[in-house]
C-alpha cells in the first residue's frame, strides 16, 4: 500500500536512441525514433585519425553499418546525400517542402538564400530559419546555400559548412 493519497505519474520520458559515428575528420551523431528512423543529425569534429568507427547500441547496429556505408558513399561522391530511414514529423509543412528541395541541388553546387526564398515565396531570413532548424543535415543538405556575398550560417557550424562544400567540389 502506497502512503501517497494519488497515484504518481510516470514522469520519464523513453531516452532516446543514439549511434556515433567516427569518419575522419568528423564525429557524426544520430538520434532515432522507436521504430529506428533518424530524426536528428550533429556533425562535430573528430581529428584524431583511426578507422572509421561506430558507437551503438546493439539493436542499432545494423542500422549504424548502413549509416556508416552511406556516410563513405557520400564522402567519395557517389551520393548527394544520405538516403537512410529517416523521420520529418516535427517539422512544419513548408519547412519539409523546402528541405526536400535541398536534395535536388547537386553536390558541389550552391544556391542562394535569395533564390530559395523566391521559389517559395518567402524571404531570405525565413530560408535561413528554416535552414537553422533542418533536424537531419546531409540527409537534406542544407550547406548548399549560401548568402549572395557571404557563405552564410549553418547549425554545425560555419567551418564545417565550408568543409562540407570544399569536399564536394574536389
Not at 105 to 127: C, D, H, M, Q
Request: with cysteine; aromatic share 12%; net charge positive.
Amino acid at each position: 500500500m502506497s502512503i501517497y493519497p494519488f497515484q504518481k505519474r510516470k514522469l520519464e520520458r523513453q531516452r532516446p536512441l543514439k549511434a556515433t559515428i567516427k569518419l575522419f575528420p568528423f564525429c557524426f551523431d544520430f538520434v532515432f525514433d522507436e521504430y529506428h528512423r533518424v530524426t536528428q543529425l550533429i556533425i562535430n569534429w573528430h581529428l584524431q585519425v583511426e578507422r572509421p568507427k561506430i558507437d551503438s547500441i546493439p539493436q542499432l547496429q545494423d542500422g549504424s553499418i548502413l549509416i556508416l556505408r552511406e556516410l563513405i558513399s557520400y564522402f567519395k561522391g557517389l551520393k548527394r546525400y544520405l538516403d537512410i530511414p529517416h523521420n520529418l514529423s516535427k517539422v512544419t509543412p513548408l519547412s519539409r517542402e523546402v528541405i526536400t528541395y535541398l536534395r535536388e541541388i547537386p553536390s558541389g553546387k550552391v544556391e542562394t538564400y535569395g533564390n530559395l526564398a523566391k521559389r517559395f515565396g518567402t524571404s531570405p531570413r525565413a530560408i535561413g530559419q528554416i535552414l537553422a532548424h533542418n533536424p537531419l543535415p546531409l540527409i537534406y543538405p542544407c550547406h548548399r546555400i549560401v548568402g549572395m556575398n557571404h557563405i552564410g550560417g549553418y547549425s554545425q557550424g560555419p567551418l564545417t559548412k565550408w568543409m562540407l562544400l570544399y569536399w564536394e567540389r574536389f
